[in-house]
Nanobody, 111 residues
Framework: QVQLVESGGGLVQPGGSLRLSCAASGFTFSSYGMSWYRQAPGKERELVGSISSGGSTYYVDSVKGRFTISRDSAKKMVYLQMNSLKPEDTAVYYC?????WGQGTQVTVSS
């Protein structure tokens, strides 16, 4: 079955960086686009960005220029590099493929 396991979240000060990882299994990883979503307290889950099977990326405006999504097909991993973090980036971050979701990893940006 499809499994997505996120890791790398934590507490970081404003302006800091974190790299989230998503380990994928149970499907032909190289054939699918992958996405990162986030959900802040009291808000709906929202798309952060996506990476296609070929490596093309898309980002929502609020993270463009600060976040970078990459993938390693050999390792079946997807990464979300987050730089210049802001308090409003605080959320649970989820890895997604098709209808499948990971359990999420908490990112808290606070001084």
């Amino acid at each position: 079955q499809v499994q997505l396991v996120e890791s790398g979240g934590g507490l970081v000060q404003p302006g800091g960086s974190l790299r989230l990882s998503c380990a994928a299994s149970g499907f032909t990883f190289s054939s699918y686009g992958m996405s990162w979503y986030r959900q802040a307290p009291g808000k709906e889950r929202e798309l952060v960005g996506s990476i296609s099977s070929g490596g093309s990326t898309y980002y929502v405006d609020s993270v463009k220029g600060r976040f970078t999504i990459s993938r390693d097909s050999a390792k079946k991993m997807v990464y979300l590099q987050m730089n210049s973090l802001k308090p409003e980036d605080t959320a649970v971050y989820y890895c997604n493929v098709q209808i499948h979701w990971g359990q999420g990893t908490q990112v808290t940006v606070s001084s």
